[in-house]
């Protein structure tokens, strides 16, 4: 599993109620859906880290 970094995440009110309430319905953490919609965002962009390795 690859090493996790903390960092400060600044989101307005509105789109962090939002997040929140989509991680709810998908049984997961706030933490772990803005991962999860981060990672796919970047895979969709053919830019996930982890694309190239699968090319190799």
Do not use: C
């Amino acid at each position: 599993m690859s090493k996790k970094k903390a960092f400060a995440l600044r989101l307005n009110e509105e789109l962090l109620k939002a997040m929140e309430k989509w991680a709810s319905d998908e049984f997961r953490s706030t933490n772990g859906q803005i991962e999860y919609v981060l990672s796919r965002a970047l895979k969709e962009a053919k830019r996930h880290p982890h694309s190239k390795k699968e090319k190799e």
